[in-house]
């Protein structure tokens, strides 16, 4: 089993919305939408990774994983990553170190391609309870859970003979329903593999931050898409990434350093990468997949006949593009003589979690609280804050209605509670529960929630999602008052 991902996932259309204060969300283009931490893992691999929505490295169970460093959105309606491998030869085995100066660590990933195992029916569906019995978050279903309960339920299902892989699927579905959460579900292996081929760099690979023995941050290569550009260039599982087209990335974060690989499609960036700890340091060309588009619309607006001029932003989705279009937006609004900014999230279902966290720390001060996560794992249990002073301090309306959702709430909250914003339009979706998503031993899936955000506030807004500040669009003097009331109320 592998876990490849930590999630936020909107209801499926197939799922009933449990607040029925609204309408169903609507999904016509979109089926369903998985806000993901995205880390494939080589089996009976083990590596513990500090990210947010982490989950748990099983100790009893044979082949372990865990969720990787950064977070996307894949609906149905995007085209998924298509591998076409560039004819660079992969390397070869490397020679053992020759120094005890230079050890491979005992938890870094080497470049080992196992071939899945065969597993019983039985097995795999105890591969399953497994994941929920070390994992799930037991306040995230509408019924009651136990790790006692559970156990028994083990017990009553192995019972019995299971004879068909069809019919451990079945068993699987109905054993992850009998929980009460919509969120947790069963992935067929075609679902499992659209999914895990999923790419946010482009060129299939996903990173994270290790620091090293003297605290400076180095990029590892934390899954490899086996098809993928990267791999077939000669990039493997537990590389260091040492330069993106020259610049160095030691010391930056693994979402800036996606960012810098992307590019225009079938475009080529180069990369240098050292193989392992000990192994030699490679430069090579990578061609570029999967291109993330630019989410972020904005223009000029005039407000009281002309006098005021106001920065309009319409972020569609959190991808990687999301926080460095949203700063050349800023920038280029401000200079054209905005005074204040409107920031529009209506119909924003979420996407990249780690982007929604960026972009909120654009208009935070250092220190301020962006969100908390709380779960079983206390590695998931953790406040995320922000690290620098904000880009901008203008007065700030952001546009919500019940289909923001996710990351777009954690933005919208993260703004609100910092007393940065106000709040505009309608009560949101309210979807603040975090999934991981992991591979079974025959290709199949299975998405847990393991965790759940909670605002800067402290208000779990699972289910009730945000009542916004002002039903229509205030004036400016009606912004600025409440912002002024906010920070008076905060500091008292």
């Known amino acids: 089993m592998r876990s490849i991902s930590s999630c936020s996932l909107p209801l499926p259309p197939s799922a009933p919305r449990t607040p029925p204060r609204t309408q169903p969300l ?3 283009s979109s089926p369903y939408s998985i806000n993901c ?3 494939i893992k080589s089996r009976k691999q083990q590596v513990d990774d500090p990210g947010m929505g982490i989950s748990r490295c099983f100790q009893n169970i044979l082949l372990r994983a865990v969720a990787g460093a950064l977070s996307f959105s894949l609906a149905a309606s995007l085209s998924l990553f298509d591998a076409a491998a560039v004819e660079i030869p992969s390397l070869v085995d490397l020679p053992p170190p020759t120094s005890d ?5 005992d938890g870094e990933m080497a470049s080992t391609d196992v071939l899945p195992e065969s597993i019983t029916n039985e097995g795999l569906v105890e591969e399953a309870w497994e994941v929920v019995n070390e994992s799930f978050l037991p ?7 136990s790790p006692e309960k559970w156990m028994q339920k083990k017990q009553d299902i192995l019972d019995s003979k299971i004879q068909t892989r069809s019919r451990a699927h079945d068993v699987i579905k109905k054993m992850l329903a009998s929980l009460g959460d919509p969120y947790t579900r069963f992935l067929s292996p075609a679902e499992f593999s659209k999914m ?3 790419d946010v760099t482009g060129i299939g690979i996903n990173l994270r931050e290790v620091p090293d023995d003297k605290g400076t941050v180095k990029m590892k290569v934390l899954g490899i898409i086996l098809d993928g550009p990267a791999y077939s260039a000669g990039v493997r599982q537990g590389d260091e990434l040492l330069s993106v087209n020259g610049v160095d990335v030691r010391g930056m974060s693994a979402f800036d350093v996606s960012s810098l690989l992307q590019g225009p499609h079938e475009t080529f960036v180069t990369i240098e990468v050292k193989h392992g700890n000990c192994g030699p340091i490679q430069s090579m060309k990578v061609e570029r997949q999967l291109v993330a588009r630019s989410p972020v619309f904005y223009r000029l607006e005039k407000f009281d006949d002309g006098d005021i001029s106001v920065g309009y932003i319409h972020i569609k989705e959190f991808n990687a593009l999301a926080k460095k279009d949203l700063v050349i937006a800023l920038k ?4 054209a003589g905005a005074s204040y900014f409107i920031l529009d999230l209506k119909d924003n279902l979420g996407g990249l979690v780690q982007a929604g966290i960026e972009v909120s720390k654009l208009f935070l001060n250092k220190g301020e609280t962006v969100i908390h996560t709380v779960g079983r794992d206390p590695q998931v249990q953790k406040s995320i804050v922000a690290e620098s002073a904000p880009f901008i301090t203008s007065p700030l309306i952001v546009l919500v209605n019940n289909r923001t959702a996710s990351a777009s709430e954690i933005v919208a909250t993260a703004l609100h509670d910092n007393c940065k914003a106000v709040l505009v339009g309608e009560r949101t979706f309210g979807k603040g529960l975090i999934q991981s998503v992991y591979e079974l031993d025959d290709g199949s899936g299975v998405v847990v929630t393991i965790g759940k955000y909670v605002t800067p506030n402290y208000k779990d807004i699972n289910g009730d999602g945000i009542e916004p500040d002002f039903r229509r669009l205030p004036a400016l003097n009606e912004v600025t008052n409440y912002l002024s009331q ?6 008292s």
């Open 139 to 145: 306040d995230a279903g509408g019924r009651s859970w």
């Open 26 to 28: 609507s999904m016509a």
């Open 486 to 491: 906010c920070h008076t109320q905060d500091k």
């Open 101 to 105: 100066l230079c050890r491979e660590d």
């Open 332 to 335: 280029r609004l401000q200079t």
């Open 37 to 39: 931490t995205l880390g």
């Open 196 to 198: 895990a081929k999923y």
